[in-house]
């Protein structure tokens, strides 16, 4: 299919943009610490530090100094193309021998396992000039690409795949001098080497059908850039591209941080910014460098590499810059007041600036001019500045407001008041007078040397001439001469500050004021006559010289700008300086506080661990604290919180902190440093408590106690079912009981012996007869209402019975009751009606059939745990010839049943008398 290519954009890149020697930058070569000047690349590893590859050894920068590895330190060549840092904090480095080592964390070095392997795929053919210039680590895999032969990927087990240039199955070639692409056509995804990606045929096609690419990257869009020669490619929708056309060849792209970036060899790095559309150059940077490599860092700034000149920094690209003058005019004069900076330019104007945005400031309401020259007034103070606006004209400003007014001599440099009532005016003859307006009076003394400057702090006048400075100094209501310094000097400026008051001479040298000696000693000389102004904060010194402005720390020395510099005012975090035509404002990035905090480690109950979950013996936490990149003797403030605690501990500068007899919970322990607000990772962690005290436990034991007591419930349940039946069969049983023992045939004989009685006219006996049958029907009854009576009255009840019996058969039977000794009649129970149907049984069934006397005996003994009741009778024994025909003995069936539904182990057996005639009937009854 024929795709149509429309070049939407074409543009020459030139000066437009910020020019790097108009913008404050660090810089670093082999004179200021790095092995060598030719870098190859640079990154920035997870903590922080920046690496560099150069032709002499790898170098890393830990913000504030180098250290070095070379060959004598394990590299495998002191040359080094590319550096990558994998998961585990280690660096890669490919040198130019074809190899590869390892720096790991604690910058040991160590070769490449498998750089055999590397070198058996070399063929000999390619054994000269064949680089490695692309290595990607992911997964313990390695990506090597080469200039000539193309790819491997090495595995964690030492196989190889190998990628050739002219293979059929993988299309590879070099890219530029220092990477490689490299994709599998069976795939539609692209292999990352380095940051480069490798740019997808349609991209290709876009441009011409056998183009070669340079290099490559992906923009935040995800559209493609593809370079080759001097030209960029830049994907677009529909099919279309952006072309950028550069001077020289293109040697590096990366998109960072919504810019695209171009280093250009010879010609610098370019940066681009797509606005409405449009590729528009932000900043031409570094012209006449060769740009091998751009990263921006954690902290936002920007690192360069080049082939020839080191590496650069940039701490922030929003520097500010406000141009006063055109061509055909120059800054004047410039001073300094509260938060404003007044300029006298060559066009006669003052003009006031803003110190924080460089705004103009509205403080003179008309237009003024002279017949001379527009100038500041020689005099210098803390609270005021006056300018000479012509031959009897004096503007004055106190920061707020301007008035102007006239000068009563035309010798006069300067006025003040420096109090209330009183005033000092110094004239060109070294003549200061101090006049009291409220008395009148006046007190002069005349110097010898003629006065240029006049510098006025407090109770103290310093003059300054071509040939050193006078000090006066002011009292009530004099003025007192205390010496002359520095003589043969001429001073340029002095600067009063809080820790003391400093001056420069034209020589380059700056003096401090020692005033307990009254006397001038040389703080720091510079070599540099062409010393403009300079600014003293803490440690460092600013320097404005016509050479730039220069910053000097710990007696080095670093250039910060390229142009001649007239004045510079620093503070903690910034500076702010004035060149010849505008106002400079930037970040001093040694002062900004990219300090932070972070746990370097912590223990448990003694022991460091590494782990976040803990037992609830494991709660005595004690944290070991760090500061990265602090500035040096500055005392830091930080938070620790401790989440879950609810508790913030405030720790100046310190290194430990401890947390006893934590409770078991979930915590979440952070830092905040308090001098810029940064915080540290948040770490979390738990204690567990005891197991009896655990979630899961507690439901495991709740589920269980719930089913204990379903079970339980479950089992009263049924033994309530089972006892309501059993109740239920137990009534039933003993209601039979009652009516097979009441049967009509006992009732209807004891009546007639009764009534036999009456006839015989034995009343007494009849009515004896008659209580005792009631006695027992009433016994009946109330003991078919209960489940249990004691053995005793069971016995009265059977005793009972059987005397009646006897009585109709004119007592022909005999009854013994045996009793064990151990046994208490009173205190055993058993079901009712239990021993009667059996001695019925033995009195109808087997003595009232035998012709003659019979005898029944009841034993009842204990054994362990049972009583043992045994009913014997000599009767005509129990068989079926013996019954009496038709009779069915219910009262035995009902007597197993009843007992066996009390205790299933409860039984009766009924057997032969072994001695005699007659039936053994035994009970076997356990104790409840």
């Given at each position: 299919?024929l795709?149509?290519?429309?070049?939407?954009?074409?543009?020459?890149?030139s000066?437009?943009?910020?020019?790097?020697?108009?913008?404050?930058?660090?810089?670093?070569?082999?004179?200021?610490?790095?092995?060598?000047?030719?870098?190859?690349?640079?990154?920035?590893?997870?903590?922080?530090?920046?690496?560099?590859?150069?032709?002499n050894?790898?170098?890393?920068?830990?913000?504030?100094?180098?250290?070095?590895?070379?060959?004598?330190?394990?590299l495998?060549?002191?040359?080094?193309?590319?550096?990558?840092e994998?998961?585990?904090?280690?660096?890669?480095?490919t040198?130019?021998?074809?190899?590869?080592?390892?720096?790991?964390?604690?910058?040991?070095?160590?070769?490449?396992?498998?750089?055999?392997?590397?070198?058996?795929?070399?063929?000999?053919?390619?054994?000269?000039?064949?680089?490695?210039?692309?290595?990607?680590?992911?997964?313990?895999?390695?990506?090597?690409?080469?200039?000539?032969?193309g790819?491997?990927?090495?595995?964690?087990?030492?196989?190889?795949q190998?990628?050739?240039?002219?293979s059929?199955?993988?299309?590879?070639?070099?890219?530029?001098?220092?990477?490689?692409?490299?994709?599998?056509?069976?795939?539609?995804?692209?292999?990352?080497?380095?940051?480069?990606?490798?740019?997808?045929?349609?991209?290709?096609?876009?441009?011409?059908?056998?183009?070669?690419?340079?290099?490559?990257?992906?923009?935040?869009?995800g559209?493609?850039?593809?370079?080759?020669?001097?030209a960029?490619?830049?994907?677009?929708?529909?099919?279309?591209?952006?072309?950028?056309?550069f001077?020289?060849?293109?040697?590096?792209?990366?998109?960072?941080?919504?810019?695209?970036?171009?280093?250009?060899?010879?010609?610098?790095?370019?940066?681009?910014?797509?606005?409405?559309?449009?590729?528009?150059?932000?900043?031409?940077?570094?012209?006449?460098?060769?740009?091998?490599?751009?990263?921006?860092?954690?902290?936002?700034?920007?690192?360069?590499?080049?082939?020839?000149?080191?590496?650069?920094?940039?701490?922030d690209?929003?520097?500010?810059?406000?141009?006063i003058?055109?061509?055909?005019?120059?800054?004047?004069d410039?001073?300094?007041?509260?938060?404003l900076?007044?300029?006298?330019?060559?066009?006669?104007?003052?003009?006031?600036y803003?110190?924080?945005?460089?705004?103009l400031?509205?403080?003179?309401?008309?237009?003024?001019?002279?017949?001379?020259l527009?100038?500041?007034?020689?005099?210098?103070?803390?609270?005021?500045?006056?300018?000479?606006?012509?031959?009897?004209l004096?503007?004055?400003?106190?920061g707020?407001?301007?008035?102007?007014?006239?000068?009563?001599?035309?010798?006069?440099i300067?006025?003040?008041?420096?109090?209330?009532?009183?005033?000092?005016?110094?004239?060109?003859y070294?003549?200061?007078?101090?006049?009291n307006?409220?008395?009148?009076?006046?007190?002069?003394?005349?110097?010898?040397f003629?006065?240029?400057?006049?510098?006025?702090?407090?109770?103290?006048?310093f003059?300054?001439?071509?040939?050193?400075?006078?000090?006066?100094?002011?009292?009530?209501?004099?003025?007192?001469?205390?010496g002359?310094?520095?003589?043969?000097?001429?001073?340029?400026?002095?600067?009063?500050?809080?820790?003391g008051?400093?001056?420069?001479?034209?020589?380059?040298?700056?003096?401090?004021?020692i005033?307990?000696?009254?006397?001038?000693?040389?703080f720091?000389?510079?070599?540099?006559?062409?010393?403009?102004?300079?600014?003293?904060?803490?440690?460092?010194?600013?320097?404005?010289?016509?050479?730039?402005?220069?910053?000097?720390k710990?007696?080095k020395?670093?250039?910060?700008?390229e142009?001649?510099?007239?004045?510079?005012?620093?503070?903690?975090?910034?500076?702010?300086?004035?060149?010849?035509?505008?106002?400079?404002?930037?970040?001093?990035?040694?002062?900004?506080?990219n300090?932070?905090?972070f746990?370097?480690?912590y223990?448990?109950?003694?022991?460091?661990?590494?782990k976040?979950?803990?037992?609830?013996?494991?709660?005595?936490?004690?944290?070991n604290?760090?500061?990265?990149?602090?500035?040096?003797?500055?005392?830091?403030?930080?938070?620790?919180?401790?989440?879950?605690?609810?508790?913030?501990?405030?720790?100046?500068?310190?290194?430990?902190?401890?947390?006893?007899?934590?409770?078991?919970?979930?915590?979440?322990?952070?830092?905040?440093?308090?001098?810029?607000?940064?915080?540290?990772?948040?770490?979390?962690?738990?204690?567990?408590?005891?197991i009896?005290?655990?979630?899961?436990?507690?439901?495991?034991?709740?589920?269980?106690?719930?089913?204990?007591?379903?079970?339980?419930?479950?089992?009263?349940?049924?033994?309530?079912?089972?006892?309501?039946?059993?109740?239920?069969?137990?009534?039933?049983?003993?209601?039979?009981?009652?009516?097979?023992?009441?049967?009509?045939?006992?009732?209807?004989?004891?009546?007639?012996?009764?009534?036999?009685?009456?006839?015989?006219?034995?009343?007494?006996?009849?009515s004896?007869?008659?209580?005792?049958?009631?006695?027992?029907?009433?016994?009946?009854?109330?003991?078919?209402?209960?489940e249990i009576?004691?053995?005793?009255?069971?016995?009265?009840?059977c005793?009972?019975?059987?005397n009646?019996?006897?009585?109709?058969?004119?007592?022909?039977?005999?009854?013994?009751?045996?009793?064990?000794?151990t046994?208490?009649?009173?205190?055993?129970?058993?079901?009712?009606?239990?021993?009667?149907?059996?001695?019925e049984?033995?009195?109808?069934?087997?003595?009232?059939?035998?012709?003659?006397?019979?005898?029944?005996?009841?034993?009842?003994?204990?054994?362990?745990?049972?009583v043992?009741?045994?009913?014997?009778?000599t009767?005509v024994?129990?068989?079926?010839?013996?019954?009496?025909?038709?009779?069915?003995?219910?009262?035995i069936?009902?007597?197993?049943?009843?007992?066996?539904?009390?205790?299933?182990?409860?039984?009766?057996?009924?057997?032969?008398?072994?001695?005699?005639?007659?039936?053994?009937?035994?009970?076997?009854?356990?104790?409840?």
């Amino acid at each position: 299919m024929l795709i149509t290519i429309l070049v939407f954009n074409l543009y020459i890149c030139s000066a437009y943009g910020q020019d790097i020697d108009r913008t404050p930058y660090l810089h670093w070569d082999s004179e200021s610490g790095l092995p060598s000047n030719e870098v190859y690349h640079i990154i920035e590893s997870r903590k922080g530090e920046i690496w560099i590859a150069t032709d002499n050894g790898v170098a890393k920068y830990n913000g504030r100094k180098f250290t070095f590895f070379q060959k004598k330190e394990g590299l495998t060549d002191n040359v080094v193309f590319k550096l990558f840092e994998d998961e585990k904090g280690v660096i890669w480095c490919t040198t130019y021998n074809s190899e590869i080592c390892k720096i790991l964390p604690n910058d040991s070095i160590v070769s490449y396992q498998y750089n055999d392997t590397i070198d058996k795929y070399i063929p000999k053919e390619f054994s000269s000039n064949l680089l490695i210039i692309s290595l990607v680590v992911s997964n313990d895999s390695l990506f090597i690409g080469y200039n000539k032969k193309g790819e491997i990927v090495i595995t964690p087990e030492g196989n190889y795949q190998l990628s050739d240039q002219t293979s059929q199955e993988y299309r590879v070639k070099k890219i530029g001098k220092y990477s490689t692409q490299y994709s599998n056509p069976q795939s539609v995804d692209t292999v990352f080497l380095d940051n480069h990606l490798i740019i997808k045929s349609k991209l290709k096609k876009l441009v011409e059908k056998n183009i070669e690419y340079g290099y490559s990257c992906r923009l935040n869009n995800g559209k493609l850039v593809g370079t080759y020669a001097n030209a960029a490619f830049i994907e677009k929708d529909s099919n279309l591209i952006d072309t950028l056309f550069f001077p020289e060849a293109i040697i590096y792209v990366a998109s960072i941080d919504n810019l695209l970036w171009f280093g250009v060899s010879n010609n610098g790095a370019y940066a681009y910014n797509l606005e409405k559309n449009s590729w528009v150059c932000q900043y031409h940077l570094f012209q006449n460098r060769s740009i091998s490599s751009v990263i921006m860092d954690k902290n936002r700034g920007f690192w360069f590499s080049t082939h020839e000149n080191g590496i650069y920094y940039l701490p922030d690209l929003s520097y500010q810059s406000k141009v006063i003058c055109g061509n055909s005019h120059n800054i004047y004069d410039v001073r300094a007041l509260n938060d404003l900076i007044f300029i006298i330019s060559s066009k006669q104007q003052v003009e006031a600036y803003d110190k924080n945005d460089l705004s103009l400031k509205q403080l003179i309401d008309k237009p003024f001019s002279g017949t001379r020259l527009c100038q500041f007034d020689d005099g210098y103070t803390q609270k005021k500045l006056s300018v000479h606006t012509g031959d009897s004209l004096l503007l004055k400003f106190d920061g707020s407001s301007s008035k102007m007014s006239h000068l009563s001599e035309k010798e006069l440099i300067f006025r003040e008041y420096v109090s209330e009532n009183k005033s000092i005016s110094v004239t060109t003859y070294e003549k200061i007078t101090l006049e009291n307006h409220l008395t009148g009076t006046t007190s002069s003394i005349n110097g010898k040397f003629g006065t240029s400057k006049v510098f006025v702090f407090d109770n103290l006048v310093f003059t300054t001439n071509s040939v050193g400075c006078g000090l006066y100094k002011i009292s009530e209501d004099s003025i007192t001469f205390l010496g002359r310094f520095l003589s043969n000097e001429q001073v340029e400026h002095i600067k009063h500050y809080s820790f003391g008051i400093y001056c420069s001479s034209k020589s380059g040298t700056i003096y401090k004021y020692i005033p307990e000696s009254n006397r001038f000693e040389p703080f720091l000389n510079t070599n540099n006559t062409n010393l403009s102004d300079f600014e003293i904060v803490k440690d460092q010194i600013w320097l404005a010289t016509k050479d730039g402005l220069l910053k000097v720390k710990d007696s080095k020395i670093t250039k910060f700008w390229e142009e001649p510099v007239k004045s510079v005012f620093a503070s903690d975090t910034g500076v702010l300086f004035v060149t010849q035509k505008e106002l400079v404002k930037f970040k001093d990035y040694e002062r900004i506080d990219n300090s932070s905090v972070f746990i370097r480690s912590y223990s448990v109950n003694g022991l460091k661990k590494n782990k976040t979950s803990f037992s609830y013996s494991e709660n005595n936490f004690e944290f070991n604290i760090g500061i990265r990149n602090p500035i040096p003797e500055k005392k830091y403030e930080i938070h620790a919180v401790l989440i879950g605690e609810d508790t913030i501990i405030t720790l100046l500068d310190g290194t430990k902190i401890s947390y006893p007899q934590l409770s078991p919970g979930t915590y979440q322990f952070y830092l905040k440093n308090l001098s810029n607000g940064s915080e540290s990772e948040v770490l979390e962690f738990r204690i567990y408590p005891p197991i009896f005290e655990r979630w899961w436990f507690l439901s495991i034991v709740i589920g269980v106690l719930l089913i204990i007591v379903l079970l339980i419930m479950r089992s009263i349940y049924r033994r309530r079912e089972k006892k309501h039946f059993m109740q239920k069969q137990l009534t039933e049983l003993q209601s039979k009981a009652l009516r097979a023992q009441m049967n009509p045939h006992f009732i209807f004989n004891t009546m007639n012996v009764i009534q036999s009685l009456i006839s015989s006219k034995r009343l007494d006996d009849s009515s004896d007869v008659l209580v005792k049958l009631s006695k027992l029907i009433r016994n009946a009854l109330n003991y078919s209402r209960q489940e249990i009576i004691n053995l005793e009255d069971e016995i009265l009840f059977c005793q009972n019975y059987f005397n009646l019996e006897n009585l109709r058969i004119e007592n022909r039977m005999q009854l013994n009751v045996n009793l064990s000794p151990t046994i208490n009649p009173k205190k055993i129970g058993i079901p009712p009606l239990t021993i009667q149907p059996i001695l019925e049984n033995a009195i109808v069934h087997g003595l009232i059939p035998k012709q003659g006397d019979g005898m029944i005996d009841i034993d009842i003994k204990d054994e362990n745990d049972t009583v043992i009741i045994v009913v014997s009778d000599t009767g005509v024994g129990f068989t079926p010839s013996t019954r009496e025909k038709g009779h069915q003995s219910y009262g035995i069936d009902l007597i197993a049943q009843r007992i066996t539904l009390l205790d299933k182990r409860n039984s009766i057996l009924i057997k032969k008398n072994e001695h005699e005639t007659g039936t053994v009937v035994k009970i076997t009854l356990y104790k409840q």
